[in-house]
């Protein structure tokens, strides 16, 4: 389980690291959706070490929820889910998004990653 765990955690590394390079070339729409990716891998390794299970969602409000992810960092994962909603698919309205705002989703990540590794 521990390895599962540390692949997660490697995963949402990775994610994070990618929403740099996107911020830095100015694609904010992938840069955002990568934060999303970071953020849901980083909880599915504190749901795993919690239960011992995986949930198939994207739903981060859910999976912050499950863990008892702080109140303070719940209120990203709302905002976060909506943009993984309208980056992924074509029916929903865009997302306009800015360098500002890419750049609060990426330290909101950094963040939340850091939690969850103080988790397992």
């Given at each position: 389980m521990r390895k599962e765990i540390e692949n997660w955690l490697a995963r949402a590394e990775k994610d994070l690291a990618t929403s740099i390079y996107l911020l830095k070339g100015k694609k904010y729409e992938a840069a955002a959706f990568f934060c999303q990716q970071c953020v849901e891998k980083a909880l599915k390794a504190v749901l795993i070490h919690q239960t011992k299970k995986i949930v198939k969602t994207h739903d981060l409000v859910f999976l912050a929820?499950?863990?008892?992810?702080?109140?303070?960092?719940?209120?990203?994962?709302?905002?976060?889910?909506?943009?993984?909603?309208?980056?992924?698919?074509?029916?929903?309205?865009?997302t306009t998004l800015e360098k500002e705002r890419t750049r609060k989703f990426v330290k909101f990540s950094k963040e939340v990653l850091q939690w969850a590794k103080k988790q397992v």
């Open positions: 929820r499950a863990i008892h992810l702080p109140q303070d960092l719940e209120e990203g994962c709302k905002e976060l889910t909506m943009i993984y909603i309208s980056t992924r698919y074509p029916n929903i309205p865009e």
